[in-house]
């Protein structure tokens, strides 16, 4: 069997692997659809780390997927060969202190596919995977939406996490495939007005198609002064969905009192938060990270299959199996107008 691993910085290759083997009685045998180019596996990418997660080279990435399944263990029930599923990447114990009080996602023996020293990526031709983490998608959803069903939990969780949506006004500071996973179920969810920030003009297009109530770019205009001009009592809920000092800056200048401040993005370098204690003491401000997502897989797929999202502008690059290079560079780069690329496994392995 073919995976695609990272061999060095900016280094991709073709490897021949073992074949994955069912194992216990859970576990699903899985064929490999399609599998989105997620922000995360860039950072890994181009600097081979993120904060303390460090790549011990090579190592495959990819946690983002749809698949077919091939087999089941004998305990599966649900799920049989050439069902399509979503795939949810995470793996927790269900044993440690933190499974038990239902908080899977900060699991503290969480296994995480693509993740260093967790669990090889998806990016290979099949996977196994326990039942659980295999979601069946209704035969209306393509394999593309399938694989956008992982981001766009992350958006579900931390709109529910944050503040009720009726009625609420929301910032976005960021617009890549996670600001996008937020504006869309927090539109869904009746926010009132969704205000987008993001450094690349055509994001901000896209933000707009897709229902922002404005869209300003940072470098070219006072975003916090022009959001504020559209908001007098400023903005009920703001989330960082990239990973910068100075968006988290704006954050909390744009809220209100009582506010709250979600922090999604990864930082690519910065190690600390830096934060004005005056500003958020006396505006009792709430900040809260989050951290991927729990029990809302489903609630994404369901988002997607009644239409109540349109999860198509995410779309806007396919690559083959044999091209996951160019799909990372092309990501890395932020060309081509790219919101998310996604490869496709219907070629096989390298021709």
Not at 62 to 73: M, S
Not at 118 to 143: F, H, I, K, N, Y
Not at 264 to 281: A, N, Q
Not at 297 to 316: F, N, S
Request: charged share 20%; proline share 6%.
């Amino acid at each position: 069997m073919q995976a695609m691993q990272l061999t060095g910085i900016r280094e991709l290759a073709f490897a021949e692997v073992a074949e994955p083997q069912i194992a216990a009685p859970d576990d699903v045998l899985l064929s490999m659809t399609c599998a989105g180019v997620c922000g995360s596996d860039v950072h890994y990418f181009e600097t081979g780390r993120i904060g303390s997660q460090i790549v011990d080279f090579p190592m495959v990435l990819g946690h983002e997927g749809a698949a077919r399944v091939e087999a089941v263990g004998p305990a599966v029930r649900g799920l049989a060969p050439g069902d399509r599923v979503a795939i949810e990447p995470a793996m927790p114990c269900h044993d440690c202190d933190q499974c038990r009080a239902g908080r899977e996602n900060t699991c503290r023996r969480l296994r995480f596919l693509g993740c260093p020293g967790q669990a090889a990526g998806l990016l290979s031709q099949r996977l196994v995977m326990p039942a659980e983490c295999c979601l069946p998608v209704p035969t209306t959803m393509s394999d593309v939406e399938a694989a956008i069903v992982e981001p766009l939990a992350i958006g579900v969780y931390a709109v529910e996490q944050s503040v009720p949506m009726a009625g609420a006004t929301v910032g976005v500071l960021g617009f890549g495939p996670i600001g996008m996973s937020v504006l869309l179920p927090a539109l869904a969810g009746g926010a009132a007005r969704v205000h987008v920030t993001d450094k690349l003009d055509y994001r901000l297009d896209v933000a707009r198609a897709c229902g922002a109530a404005s869209a300003g770019n940072p470098d070219r205009s006072d975003v916090v002064a022009d959001i504020a001009g559209q908001e007098r009592d400023l903005l009920d809920v703001v989330f960082e969905c990239c990973g910068r000092q100075e968006a988290l800056d704006q954050a909390i200048e744009l809220l209100k009192p009582g506010g709250k401040l979600m922090i999604i993005g990864i930082p690519p370098e910065l190690e600390r938060w830096t934060l004005p204690t005056d500003i958020i003491r006396r505006k009792e401000l709430t900040v809260q990270n989050v951290r991927r997502q729990r029990h809302c897989t489903g609630k994404a797929i369901e988002l997607i299959a009644t239409g109540a999202v349109d999860v198509a502008p995410m779309a806007t690059h396919r690559f083959p199996f044999a091209a996951t290079d160019q799909a990372f560079e092309l990501v890395a780069g932020y060309r081509d107008g790219v919101m998310k690329a996604f490869i496709e496994f219907s070629d096989g392995a390298r021709r």
